[in-house]
């Protein structure tokens, strides 16, 4: 069974239509394995990428961070040197990589050692949308749990 039927969900949930797309999108078969990546959970609200490119230069990389989405791109400069291999096994080849990136997750840095990209996120919640306590009959009505939790 490769294929889901959401169309329950359109019908009673709303505002999840972006949540429906990458299931969708998650389900195709040509999402690209090159260059090979790990994505850590550093800590609950951390993450980081790291990327495998072999070959590549800082100069080489870019990456685009926009709201939703980070946006991995390798362009290898042409070799001024014409070479003839006998086994080519490392592919430095052009890539473009996507991450789709939950509310709130932003980049805070990236990395380039040893042929490893790194690129670290964290999820920042604002203040607005934290969980609050509410009290019934007082007069400072709305605290935060968290100033609660730390008197």
Partial sequence: ????????????????????QLL?????????????????LVSDDQYRIVMALA??????????????SLHVVGRKQKDANERTYLHRGIAARDFEQRFQLANHVKVTGASFDNGML?????????????????????GDNVTALEQRAAA
Wanted: aromatic fraction near 10%; charge should be negative.
């Fill in 118 to 138: 790194t690129i670290e996120l964290v999820r920042e919640i604002p203040e607005a949308l934290k969980p609050r306590k509410i009290v019934i009959d007082g």
């Fill in 1 to 20: 069974m490769r294929t889901f039927d959401l169309a329950p969900l359109y019908r009673s949930a709303i505002g999840f239509d972006r949540l429906a």
């Fill in 24 to 40: 969708n999108d998650s389900q195709r078969s040509d999402t690209p394995s090159y260059p090979p990546y790990n994505i850590e």
């Fill in 55 to 68: 070959g590549f230069s800082r100069s080489e990389i870019d990456i685009t961070f926009e709201r939703d």
